[in-house]
């Protein structure tokens, strides 16, 4: 898996663009697709988004493609501070990565990452979605925080231990093969030709 800073903030960004579409499918057409539904005559959730103006944040209604942005751009924030290596340190005070099964520590490292990235990405989600129209209450964000683990917890904890990270670690392995591969061949090229 990553050996240095710059594979780590690859797989970081791979694993980010993925978890990102899928959360915001998820929170639009699962947790809420039945709220934007009714919006729209057709009943389809797109068009309810549409005839709304877009999704609320930040007190106004942004387009989905902004939505995607913003949250990639935090998710890929707080995955290379603080989820990457905080999971790593966590994984490793249970397991010893030098006698546990590489899967096992695998699964540790992505359970430890579910459990302090998805309350954070829901806090800032909570505050993001926040309904500004109606002022601001310490409790109504908390409360709203509350609800956001609760549904998005079970989502990424399977998403991410059972489709995302088993993709993530099929592609990333399959960039840094070849690079390694091009590396290794580059010097028996060379001693061939001297």
Known sequence: MPKNQFQRMVFAFITVVITVHAYVFYSLYVVNGSFFASLSPTGKVLDGINALGGV??????LPI???????FGFAYLLECVMG???SFKLACKVFDPKTTHPVMFECAIICATVALMCPAMSLIAAIIYYPYYSGFNF?????????????NFPFAFFTQLFFIQPFVRTVFKLIFCRKKKKVEAAPEENGEAA
Do not use: Q, R
């Open 65 to 71: 493609w902004a939505i995607v942005l913003i949250e």
């Open 84 to 86: 990457s290596p905080c």
């Open 139 to 151: 409790l109504t964000l908390m409360a709203n925080w509350l609800k956001l683990v609760c549904y």
């Open 56 to 61: 609320g944040a930040f007190g106004t209604y």
